[in-house]
Nanobody
Framework: QVQLVESGGGSVQAGGSLTVSCTAS????????MGWFRQAPGKEREFVAA????????YYTDSVKGRFTISRDNAKNTVYLQMNSLKPEDTAVYYC???????????????????WGQGTQVTVSS
């Protein structure tokens, strides 16, 4: 079992920045591709960003390209989501997810992932 714990959520004004982190309990964190998803009230969970085991491959949903950056530090068992130029429509609970995998691949579908964190709230006010 892998436990994922998100942190760093909070409230920020539109145009501001926030970084959320996710720390994993995995013995070999570098064996896991990681992803960030978000869910706003009344909406389905949606893909935000994903990163391969080594960090060499990343994917972003179109609405965050150029504003968000996913990264990871395998020595710290942590994946990050740096969010800049935040908009009110970015308001959601942000979840990290992990998938045990091989190869330099990243995944964009929720059903691809084996493990999920509890989520951290990000609120962007106008």
């Amino acid at each position: 079992q892998v436990q994922l714990v998100e942190s760093g959520g909070g409230s920020v004004q539109a145009g501001g920045s926030l970084t959320v982190s996710c720390t994993a309990s995995a013995r070999t964190f570098s064996n896991y591709a990681m992803g960030w998803f978000r869910q706003a009230p009344g909406k389905e969970r949606e893909f935000v960003a994903a990163i391969s085991r080594s960090g060499g491959t990343t994917y972003y949903t179109d609405s965050v390209k150029g504003r968000f950056t996913i990264s990871r530090d395998n020595a710290k068992n942590t994946v990050y989501l740096q969010m800049n130029s935040l908009k009110p429509e970015d308001t959601a609970v942000y979840y990290c997810a992990a998938k045990l995998t091989i190869g330099p691949v990243a995944f964009t579908r929720p059903n691809d992932y084996n493990y999920w964190g509890q989520g951290t709230q990000v609120t962007v006010s106008s």
